[in-house]
């Protein structure tokens, strides 16, 4: 092989790589969430509240398109308490992450707020480690803020960026049932599951 042609090839897999770069920039931040029964496997629709009971297991699965940064808080039912699931990054792709989940007592609703971001956040990573450095109410106070005003910022933007979606697993209830959501468009999702127990 002559050197020219060496130098072509060699011109034509760098601009292959810039490209292959820019269109994974440019990919649609989306990803898919499901909710679903730890021992059976079996997918739950949380398009409403989910009924359950104390102590039953849940796993958390989430698939995004792209690398982005994912944060996962729980808050009881009379916001007294609260707990960090999941703060780091996600690793897109064909990857599912999981994150387990136990209903513990006492009885009531809990919430389950999942924030997914193309970027980090860093007032909520802020609110997180100074609620794991003092779990206090202003602490807890702090970081529910910061929650609801990054949903509150989204919600303006009036797109309703969640599709109903069938996932992975096993499904034994009614098939015409949403059991997971997909979604596309913006750059940061909050998404609410209450389970009741």
């Known amino acids: ?106 009885q009531g609703t809990e919430s389950f707020f999942i924030v997914l971001s193309r970027t980090e956040q860093k007032n909520l990573v802020q609110r997180i480690q100074e609620f794991n450095n003092n779990s206090g109410s202003m602490q807890k106070r702090a970081l529910m803020n910061e929650i609801f005003s990054i949903r509150n910022e989204v919600s303006r933007f009036k797109e309703a960026p969640e599709k109903p979606m069938l996932i992975g697993g096993v499904d034994r209830g009614n098939p015409e049932k949403s059991r997971g959501l997909e979604f596309s468009g913006l750059e940061t999702y909050v998404k609410t599951i209450s389970i009741e127990h």
């Open 1 to 106: 092989m002559t050197k020219k042609l060496r130098l072509f090839f060699l011109g034509l897999l760098f601009c292959f790589g810039i490209v292959s770069v820019m269109a994974q920039q440019d990919r649609t931040f989306s990803w898919t969430l499901g909710l679903q029964y730890d021992k059976t496997g079996e997918l739950v629709s949380f398009t409403a509240p989910v009924k359950s009971s104390t102590g039953e297991r849940f796993i958390i699965v989430i698939n995004p398109t792209v690398n982005c940064h994912c944060y996962i808080v729980v808050e009881s039912m009379n916001g007294n308490d609260a707990g960090i699931l999941y703060s780091g990054p996600l690793k897109g792709g064909e990857i599912w992450h999981s994150i387990k989940i136990e209903l513990m007592p006492p």
